[in-house]
């Protein structure tokens, strides 16, 4: 009976370890990868390659188009567009979008600050679109077939404060004149 007994409290303790080792095994969180690879793939795939590394990284993000994944970046979103080159240098185009007041939809106001903002700084494009109704801010950046996730994030950041800046040199009122555009719905 002893012997029985010492052999199933035996079992039991390897049973006991093997559960454990494969819980933890469970629960280990695996590495996420730093990097996205692109070689080879159409726009429409690194854009999915893309919205899948950002969300394994804890970003919100989320398809926005065929080619296009929308991300959160502490209180704003952005665009993102891979752009890539099979012989030459691949790109990420990040764009911001900023909804115009009507009052200054058409204006001489408008057009100007757009061409000074142009002419005066390169760390992005500002377009209109929607017939002057809406501003787009794009920047660009580059690499070759291999995308660091941290560059990107820097990248945005830079982007961002950028426009800070932009925000702060304008007069106080322009903030009710020109507000951002979510890219992402609620859901």
């Known amino acids: 009976m002893k012997k029985i007994l010492t052999s199933v409290l ?10 454990t080792q494969v819980l933890a095994t ?38 926005v ?9 502490g209180q704003h979103q ?8 099979p012989e030459g240098i691949d790109r990420i185009l990040a764009s911001r979008f900023y909804a115009v007041s009507p009052k200054l939809v058409g204006s001489q106001e408008l057009m100007v600050l757009i ?9 992005a494009k500002f377009t209109l679109r929607e017939e ?9 950046a580059t690499f070759v077939d291999t995308l660091e996730l941290e ?15 932009v925000g702060q040199a304008m007069p ?7 507000k951002p555009i979510p890219v992402m719905s609620a859901n």
Request: glycine residues 6%.
């Open 132 to 140: 002057g109704k809406v501003i787009q801010v794009q920047g660009a």
């Open 78 to 85: 952005f665009v993102l567009q891979p752009s890539l080159n």
């Open 172 to 178: 106080n009122t322009a903030e009710q004149l020109i």
């Open 151 to 165: 560059e990107l994030r820097r990248f945005l950041i830079w982007i961002d404060d950028a426009l800070l800046r």
């Open 26 to 63: 469970e629960r280990t969180p695996q590495p996420v990868p730093e990097r996205v690879y692109f070689s080879g793939m159409s726009n429409e795939l690194a854009a999915d390659a893309l919205l899948v590394s950002l969300i394994n990284k804890n970003y919100l993000a989320k398809k």
């Open 10 to 19: 035996a079992l039991m303790m390897c049973n006991q370890v093997l559960a």
């Open 115 to 123: 061409g000074t903002l142009n002419h005066k700084l390169n760390f």
């Open 65 to 73: 188009g065929p080619n296009k994944v929308g991300v959160q970046l």
